[in-house]
Protein backbone atom coordinates (compact mmCIF):
# COMPACT_ATOMS: atom_id res chain seq x y z
CA UNK A 1 0.00 0.00 0.00
CA UNK A 2 1.23 3.42 -1.00
CA UNK A 3 1.13 6.08 2.08
CA UNK A 4 2.11 8.93 -0.23
CA UNK A 5 3.73 9.48 -4.02
CA UNK A 6 6.05 12.81 -4.40
CA UNK A 7 7.99 13.56 -7.22
CA UNK A 8 11.14 15.87 -6.36
CA UNK A 9 11.21 18.44 -9.18
CA UNK A 10 11.71 21.82 -10.50
CA UNK A 11 12.46 22.77 -13.80
CA UNK A 12 15.14 25.01 -13.18
CA UNK A 13 18.82 23.02 -12.31
CA UNK A 14 21.67 23.45 -9.58
CA UNK A 15 18.70 23.60 -6.76
CA UNK A 16 19.69 19.96 -5.21
CA UNK A 17 16.83 17.49 -6.21
CA UNK A 18 19.12 14.62 -6.33
CA UNK A 19 20.90 15.69 -2.85
CA UNK A 20 17.51 16.20 -1.44
CA UNK A 21 16.21 13.02 -2.73
CA UNK A 22 19.03 10.92 -1.05
CA UNK A 23 18.54 12.80 2.18
CA UNK A 24 14.81 12.37 2.23
CA UNK A 25 14.98 8.68 1.18
CA UNK A 26 17.58 7.77 3.66
CA UNK A 27 16.42 9.79 6.73
CA UNK A 28 12.71 9.00 6.53
CA UNK A 29 13.71 5.30 5.74
CA UNK A 30 16.27 5.40 9.01
CA UNK A 31 13.30 7.10 11.50
CA UNK A 32 10.36 4.66 10.15
CA UNK A 33 11.75 1.62 10.08
CA UNK A 34 8.35 -0.16 10.01
CA UNK A 35 8.12 1.24 6.80
CA UNK A 36 9.12 0.46 3.43
CA UNK A 37 10.63 3.79 1.49
CA UNK A 38 11.31 3.64 -2.51
CA UNK A 39 13.33 5.88 -4.57
CA UNK A 40 12.77 5.94 -8.23
CA UNK A 41 15.17 8.02 -10.60
CA UNK A 42 14.02 9.66 -13.19
CA UNK A 43 16.87 11.65 -13.91
CA UNK A 44 19.02 10.82 -16.72
CA UNK A 45 22.41 11.96 -14.73
CA UNK A 46 21.41 9.46 -12.18
CA UNK A 47 22.86 11.43 -9.07
CA UNK A 48 20.69 10.35 -6.41
CA UNK A 49 21.42 6.46 -7.96
CA UNK A 50 24.77 6.95 -7.94
CA UNK A 51 25.21 8.24 -4.18
CA UNK A 52 22.71 5.58 -3.05
CA UNK A 53 24.70 2.78 -4.41
CA UNK A 54 27.87 3.66 -2.02
CA UNK A 55 28.68 7.01 -4.01
CA UNK A 56 32.04 8.26 -5.55
CA UNK A 57 33.67 5.36 -7.83
CA UNK A 58 31.43 2.79 -6.14
CA UNK A 59 28.14 4.41 -7.05
CA UNK A 60 29.65 5.11 -10.59
CA UNK A 61 31.16 1.42 -11.07
CA UNK A 62 27.36 0.21 -9.81
CA UNK A 63 25.59 2.29 -11.93
CA UNK A 64 27.64 1.40 -15.32
CA UNK A 65 27.69 -2.14 -14.45
CA UNK A 66 23.23 -1.98 -13.96
CA UNK A 67 23.72 -0.20 -16.93
CA UNK A 68 25.28 -2.75 -19.02
CA UNK A 69 23.29 -5.93 -18.38
CA UNK A 70 20.48 -7.00 -21.11
CA UNK A 71 17.93 -5.84 -19.95
CA UNK A 72 19.13 -3.44 -17.76
CA UNK A 73 17.32 -3.59 -14.27
CA UNK A 74 17.28 0.17 -14.61
CA UNK A 75 14.31 2.67 -15.44
CA UNK A 76 15.31 3.03 -18.85
CA UNK A 77 15.45 -1.30 -18.97
CA UNK A 78 11.79 -0.78 -17.73
CA UNK A 79 10.73 1.46 -20.01
CA UNK A 80 12.08 0.16 -23.41
CA UNK A 81 10.26 -3.00 -22.39
CA UNK A 82 7.46 -1.04 -22.09
CA UNK A 83 8.29 0.48 -25.53
CA UNK A 84 8.85 -3.50 -26.89
CA UNK A 85 5.00 -3.47 -26.24
CA UNK A 86 4.23 -0.63 -27.58
CA UNK A 87 0.72 0.75 -26.02
CA UNK A 88 -0.43 -2.80 -25.13
CA UNK A 89 -0.83 -3.94 -21.33
CA UNK A 90 1.99 -4.77 -19.53
CA UNK A 91 0.57 -7.41 -18.02
CA UNK A 92 2.24 -8.62 -14.79
CA UNK A 93 5.27 -6.64 -14.08
CA UNK A 94 8.33 -8.30 -12.82
CA UNK A 95 8.78 -5.64 -9.93
CA UNK A 96 12.22 -7.48 -8.79
CA UNK A 97 14.07 -7.22 -11.71
CA UNK A 98 13.81 -3.42 -11.33
CA UNK A 99 13.88 -2.44 -8.42
CA UNK A 100 16.86 -3.31 -6.00
CA UNK A 101 17.13 -3.19 -1.96
CA UNK A 102 19.70 -0.25 -1.45
CA UNK A 103 21.49 -2.14 1.65
CA UNK A 104 22.43 -5.09 -0.89
CA UNK A 105 24.50 -2.86 -2.80
CA UNK A 106 25.57 0.10 0.10
CA UNK A 107 25.41 -1.45 3.25
CA UNK A 108 25.50 1.80 4.95
CA UNK A 109 22.07 2.34 4.12
CA UNK A 110 18.81 0.85 6.02
CA UNK A 111 17.60 -2.03 4.44
CA UNK A 112 13.57 -0.68 4.17
CA UNK A 113 14.86 1.42 1.31
CA UNK A 114 14.80 0.37 -2.35
CA UNK A 115 15.59 1.64 -5.58
CA UNK A 116 14.64 1.76 -8.92
CA UNK A 117 17.90 3.20 -10.23
CA UNK A 118 18.39 5.83 -12.89
CA UNK A 119 20.11 5.51 -16.05
CA UNK A 120 21.94 7.59 -18.70
CA UNK A 121 19.92 6.36 -21.32
CA UNK A 122 17.26 7.30 -20.76
CA UNK A 123 17.09 10.49 -22.65
CA UNK A 124 17.83 8.52 -25.44
CA UNK A 125 14.59 6.64 -24.76
CA UNK A 126 12.82 10.87 -25.55
CA UNK A 127 11.94 9.92 -28.61
CA UNK A 128 10.36 6.68 -29.06
CA UNK A 129 8.34 7.14 -25.55
CA UNK A 130 6.95 10.16 -27.22
CA UNK A 131 6.10 8.40 -31.09
CA UNK A 132 4.10 6.02 -28.34
CA UNK A 133 2.08 8.57 -26.35
CA UNK A 134 1.33 10.93 -29.50
CA UNK A 135 0.21 7.68 -31.68
CA UNK A 136 -3.15 8.31 -33.31
CA UNK A 137 -4.17 4.66 -32.54
CA UNK A 138 -5.28 3.79 -30.00
CA UNK A 139 -7.14 6.42 -28.83
CA UNK A 140 -5.94 6.03 -25.17
CA UNK A 141 -2.33 6.15 -26.01
CA UNK A 142 -1.04 8.99 -24.23
CA UNK A 143 -2.37 7.68 -20.93
CA UNK A 144 -1.36 4.43 -21.44
CA UNK A 145 2.47 5.66 -21.59
CA UNK A 146 2.15 8.59 -19.41
CA UNK A 147 0.93 5.79 -16.55
CA UNK A 148 4.29 3.59 -16.54
CA UNK A 149 6.10 4.71 -14.38
CA UNK A 150 2.71 5.14 -12.29
CA UNK A 151 2.36 1.19 -12.74
CA UNK A 152 5.95 0.41 -12.06
CA UNK A 153 5.75 1.72 -8.49
CA UNK A 154 1.81 0.30 -8.21
CA UNK A 155 3.95 -3.63 -8.95
CA UNK A 156 7.16 -2.89 -6.45
CA UNK A 157 4.56 -1.69 -3.24
CA UNK A 158 1.78 -4.40 -4.42
CA UNK A 159 1.08 -6.64 -1.17
CA UNK A 160 1.26 -5.73 2.38
CA UNK A 161 2.91 -2.72 4.42
CA UNK A 162 3.10 0.60 3.83
CA UNK A 163 5.08 2.75 1.34
CA UNK A 164 6.45 6.12 0.84
CA UNK A 165 7.21 6.94 -2.53
CA UNK A 166 10.16 9.63 -3.88
CA UNK A 167 10.65 10.48 -7.54
CA UNK A 168 13.95 12.05 -8.53
CA UNK A 169 13.12 14.25 -11.79
CA UNK A 170 15.40 16.07 -14.25
CA UNK A 171 15.42 19.78 -14.93
CA UNK A 172 13.35 20.83 -17.95
CA UNK A 173 10.01 19.31 -18.88
CA UNK A 174 10.96 15.86 -21.06
CA UNK A 175 8.80 13.68 -21.95
CA UNK A 176 10.01 11.43 -19.64
CA UNK A 177 9.43 14.34 -16.71
CA UNK A 178 5.88 13.84 -17.72
CA UNK A 179 5.78 10.37 -16.55
CA UNK A 180 7.57 11.11 -13.26
CA UNK A 181 4.36 13.82 -12.68
CA UNK A 182 2.01 11.39 -13.74
CA UNK A 183 3.37 8.58 -11.45
CA UNK A 184 3.05 11.39 -8.26
CA UNK A 185 0.46 13.03 -6.05
CA UNK A 186 2.52 15.66 -4.69
CA UNK A 187 5.62 17.20 -5.53
CA UNK A 188 8.39 18.64 -3.63
CA UNK A 189 10.21 21.69 -4.97
CA UNK A 190 13.76 22.61 -4.32
CA UNK A 191 14.75 26.24 -4.81
CA UNK A 192 17.71 28.70 -3.89
CA UNK A 193 17.30 32.27 -2.96
CA UNK A 194 17.99 33.90 -6.39
CA UNK A 195 16.23 35.82 -9.39
CA UNK A 196 15.93 33.09 -11.76
CA UNK A 197 13.95 30.64 -8.71
CA UNK A 198 11.45 33.25 -8.60
CA UNK A 199 11.15 32.83 -11.98
CA UNK A 200 11.01 28.92 -11.51
CA UNK A 201 8.02 29.25 -9.62
CA UNK A 202 5.58 30.81 -12.26
CA UNK A 203 7.10 28.75 -15.28
CA UNK A 204 5.71 25.37 -12.60
CA UNK A 205 3.07 26.35 -12.61
CA UNK A 206 2.15 27.29 -15.93
CA UNK A 207 3.82 23.90 -17.26
CA UNK A 208 2.01 21.63 -15.38
CA UNK A 209 -1.49 23.75 -14.70
CA UNK A 210 -1.29 26.09 -17.43
CA UNK A 211 -2.28 29.38 -17.09
CA UNK A 212 -4.19 32.93 -18.46
CA UNK A 213 -6.18 32.59 -21.78
CA UNK A 214 -5.71 29.43 -23.91
CA UNK A 215 -3.72 29.52 -27.44
CA UNK A 216 -5.59 27.97 -30.23
CA UNK A 217 -1.99 26.91 -31.56
CA UNK A 218 -0.19 25.05 -29.04
CA UNK A 219 -2.58 24.88 -26.05
CA UNK A 220 -3.81 21.10 -27.00
CA UNK A 221 -0.58 19.67 -26.98
CA UNK A 222 0.36 21.15 -23.41
CA UNK A 223 0.51 18.90 -20.54
CA UNK A 224 -3.02 20.77 -18.66
CA UNK A 225 -4.87 19.81 -21.72
CA UNK A 226 -3.53 16.06 -22.36
CA UNK A 227 -4.14 15.19 -18.85
CA UNK A 228 -7.36 16.50 -18.84
CA UNK A 229 -8.54 14.53 -21.76
CA UNK A 230 -6.90 11.26 -20.67
CA UNK A 231 -8.82 11.99 -16.93
CA UNK A 232 -5.33 12.09 -15.33
CA UNK A 233 -4.22 13.84 -12.76
CA UNK A 234 -1.25 16.46 -12.39
CA UNK A 235 0.66 16.42 -8.92
CA UNK A 236 -0.28 19.36 -6.80
CA UNK A 237 1.88 21.40 -5.03
CA UNK A 238 2.85 19.34 -1.38
CA UNK A 239 6.40 21.69 -0.03
CA UNK A 240 8.63 24.26 -1.36
CA UNK A 241 11.97 23.91 0.06
CA UNK A 242 14.29 26.47 0.21
CA UNK A 243 18.15 25.32 -0.24
CA UNK A 244 20.96 27.20 0.93
CA UNK A 245 23.62 26.70 -0.48
CA UNK A 246 27.52 27.63 0.15
CA UNK A 247 27.65 29.03 -3.42
CA UNK A 248 25.29 31.91 -2.21
CA UNK A 249 27.62 33.97 -0.07
CA UNK A 250 25.66 37.46 -0.22
CA UNK A 251 24.66 38.98 2.83
CA UNK A 252 21.46 37.86 4.66
CA UNK A 253 19.51 40.59 4.28
CA UNK A 254 19.82 39.97 -0.07
CA UNK A 255 19.13 36.61 1.16
CA UNK A 256 16.23 37.61 2.61
CA UNK A 257 14.85 39.91 0.13
CA UNK A 258 15.32 37.33 -1.99
CA UNK A 259 13.28 34.65 0.13
CA UNK A 260 10.51 37.18 0.51
CA UNK A 261 10.15 37.68 -3.24
CA UNK A 262 9.58 33.86 -4.47
CA UNK A 263 7.10 33.38 -0.79
CA UNK A 264 5.22 36.91 -2.29
CA UNK A 265 5.12 35.00 -5.79
CA UNK A 266 3.94 31.46 -4.39
CA UNK A 267 1.18 33.33 -2.14
CA UNK A 268 0.02 35.21 -5.08
CA UNK A 269 -0.51 32.24 -6.99
CA UNK A 270 -2.05 30.47 -4.20
CA UNK A 271 -4.72 33.71 -4.09
CA UNK A 272 -5.14 32.60 -7.71
CA UNK A 273 -5.73 29.12 -8.07
CA UNK A 274 -5.40 27.07 -4.71
CA UNK A 275 -6.33 23.72 -6.30
CA UNK A 276 -2.68 23.73 -7.13
CA UNK A 277 -1.50 23.08 -3.93
CA UNK A 278 -2.36 20.27 -1.68
CA UNK A 279 -5.21 21.15 0.94
CA UNK A 280 -4.43 21.68 4.52
CA UNK A 281 -7.03 20.55 7.27
CA UNK A 282 -7.44 24.33 7.56
CA UNK A 283 -7.68 27.00 5.55
CA UNK A 284 -4.41 29.48 4.57
CA UNK A 285 -6.59 33.02 4.57
CA UNK A 286 -3.10 35.24 4.86
CA UNK A 287 0.66 34.98 3.49
CA UNK A 288 1.88 34.71 7.01
CA UNK A 289 -0.11 31.24 7.43
CA UNK A 290 0.44 29.85 4.00
CA UNK A 291 4.66 30.35 4.07
CA UNK A 292 4.64 28.12 7.43
CA UNK A 293 2.59 25.71 5.83
CA UNK A 294 3.67 24.95 2.14
CA UNK A 295 7.74 26.51 2.55
CA UNK A 296 10.20 24.89 4.87
CA UNK A 297 14.08 26.04 4.55
CA UNK A 298 17.20 23.37 4.85
CA UNK A 299 18.87 26.14 6.43
CA UNK A 300 21.88 24.13 6.75
CA UNK A 301 22.07 21.85 4.33
CA UNK A 302 25.54 22.74 3.69
CA UNK A 303 29.27 20.95 4.28
CA UNK A 304 27.37 18.20 6.60
CA UNK A 305 24.71 17.10 4.19
CA UNK A 306 27.57 16.85 1.16
CA UNK A 307 29.90 14.91 2.74
CA UNK A 308 27.31 12.40 3.61
CA UNK A 309 26.33 12.34 -0.01
CA UNK A 310 29.54 11.98 -1.56
CA UNK A 311 30.07 9.26 1.07
CA UNK A 312 26.85 7.24 0.60
CA UNK A 313 25.87 7.54 3.79
CA UNK A 314 23.13 8.72 6.48
CA UNK A 315 23.69 12.22 7.90
CA UNK A 316 23.13 10.89 11.49
CA UNK A 317 25.54 8.30 11.50
CA UNK A 318 27.93 11.11 10.25
CA UNK A 319 31.12 11.63 12.54
CA UNK A 320 33.03 15.05 12.99
CA UNK A 321 35.96 15.17 11.82
CA UNK A 322 37.77 15.81 8.35
CA UNK A 323 37.05 14.04 5.00
CA UNK A 324 38.57 13.67 1.62
CA UNK A 325 35.67 14.95 -1.32
CA UNK A 326 37.51 14.87 -4.69
CA UNK A 327 41.14 15.46 -3.39
CA UNK A 328 40.16 18.17 -0.80
CA UNK A 329 39.88 17.49 2.89
CA UNK A 330 36.94 18.98 4.08
CA UNK A 331 35.86 19.54 8.01
CA UNK A 332 32.70 18.64 9.27
CA UNK A 333 31.73 19.50 13.17
CA UNK A 334 29.73 18.05 14.61
CA UNK A 335 27.25 20.93 15.45
CA UNK A 336 26.97 21.58 11.75
CA UNK A 337 25.77 17.68 11.52
CA UNK A 338 22.84 18.12 13.58
CA UNK A 339 21.79 21.16 12.10
CA UNK A 340 21.94 19.21 9.07
CA UNK A 341 19.81 16.26 10.59
CA UNK A 342 17.61 18.33 12.13
CA UNK A 343 16.95 20.40 8.76
CA UNK A 344 16.01 17.45 6.68
CA UNK A 345 13.63 15.83 9.74
CA UNK A 346 11.88 19.28 9.41
CA UNK A 347 10.92 18.23 5.61
CA UNK A 348 10.72 14.94 6.43
CA UNK A 349 8.20 15.84 9.42
CA UNK A 350 6.31 17.51 6.37
CA UNK A 351 5.74 14.39 4.33
Same mark, same amino acid.
Given at each position: ????????????????? @??????????? %????????????????????????????????????? #????? /??????????????????????????????????????????????????? #????? %???????????????????????????????????????????????????? #???????????????????????????????????? $??????????????? %?????????????????????????? @?????????????????? /???????????? $????? #????????????????? %??????????????????????????????????? @?????????
Amino acid at each position: MIRERYAIWNNKGGVGK @STLTFHLGTHY %ASTHPDEEVLVVDMCPQANSTMMLLGSGEKGESKLIE #LETRD /PAPTIAGYIAERIKGGTNPPGAIDAGLWCHRVSEINANLPSNLHLVPGDGN #LELLA %APISYYANAQFPAAAWAAVHSWVRELTDAVTKGDGKWTVLIDSNPSFAIYTE #LAMIAADKLLIPFNADDSSRHAVSAIVRLLYGVGKA $NPVYDKFTFRQQTQD %AKLQAPRCHLFVGNRFTQYKGSAKAY @SALSEAVGDELYSIYGKT /PTFFTPRTTNTD $NRKDF #LSRYTVDVRDFNTAGVV %AAHKGVLLSSLKDGCYDVHGQQVEVRKDRIKECVD @SVAAVCDRI
